[in-house]
């Protein structure tokens, strides 16, 4: 069964530093991609921070660039993203996504885990 739940979550004021845990099982983790997206009260999802599985590419949105940092444990099955300066922008529910297609296939596999509140006020 696969599962990624997400820990970390909560209530920091402006300036503040949090760090989101995605722990995963049921799948092989160092074969995906894996990323954290969030979303706030009526706005659509967004990608906040993606890292790629084995060369580590990493990508951040423009808002995050410099404050965010992400990071894979393909040992440890867990993915993570340390957020410093934070912003009451940055408030939303952050999810952790794990996505993987099959070379040579049409074959996609797509995660989701439940989501942790972050929430920037103060």
């Known amino acids: 069964q696969v599962r990624l739940v997400e820990s970390g979550g909560g209530l920091v004021q402006p300036g503040g530093s949090l760090r989101l845990s995605c722990a995963t099982s049921?799948?092989?983790?160092?074969?995906?991609?894996m990323s954290w997206h969030r979303q706030a009260p009526g706005e659509e999802r967004e990608l906040v921070a993606s890292i790629s599985s084995p060369n580590g590419e990493i990508f951040y949105r423009d808002s995050v660039e410099g404050r965010f940092t992400v990071s894979r444990d393909n040992a440890q099955n867990m993915l993570y993203l340390e957020m410093n300066n934070l912003e009451p922008e940055d408030t939303a529910m952050y999810y952790c996504?794990?996505?993987?297609?099959?070379?040579?296939?049409?074959?996609?596999?797509?995660?989701w885990g439940q989501g942790t509140q972050v929430s920037v006020s103060g």
């Open positions: 049921g799948f092989t983790f160092s074969n995906f991609h």
């Open positions: 996504n794990a996505r993987r297609v099959v070379p040579l296939t049409s074959r996609m596999y797509n995660y």
